[in-house]
């Protein structure tokens, strides 16, 4: 079990990873797509759809890696509108 565990660990880093070349590939793009229609005035064709994919790819890709580190995303709307009682009647514990 020791050794499965390891592995998923080792994947999701490496998800991790690849999710963060992933959006630094994507800034270079927009920044050298910046670069060919303003300074050049060319037209850009593959880089909007690139930065479009690769965003999007990167989001579900580097998930494992947001569990790993137990990241987490709240949206707390809901609790905050409820009041004392609604958040107490929430809570897991």
Same mark, same amino acid.
């Given at each position: ?18 999710a ?5 590939? /994507?800034?270079?793009? !927009?920044?050298?797509? @910046?670069?060919?229609? +303003?300074?050049?005035? *060319?037209?850009?064709?593959w ?6 994919f ?6 579900f ?7 790993? /580190?137990r990241?987490? !995303?709240n949206?707390? @709307?809901?609790?905050? +509108?409820?009041?004392? *009682? ?8």
């Amino acid at each position: 079990m020791d050794l499965f565990i390891r592995g998923i660990t080792l994947i999701s880093q490496i998800c991790g990873v690849f999710a963060a070349c992933l959006i630094g590939a /994507s800034v270079v793009i !927009v920044c050298e797509m @910046v670069f060919i229609r +303003y300074v050049l005035n *060319e037209n850009t064709i593959w880089q909007t759809d690139f930065v479009t994919f690769s965003i999007v790819a990167a989001t579900f890709i580097g998930s494992p890696y947001l569990l790993l /580190s137990r990241g987490h !995303v709240n949206v707390d @709307v809901l609790p905050i +509108y409820l009041g004392q *009682e609604g958040r107490y009647r929430l809570h897991p514990c």
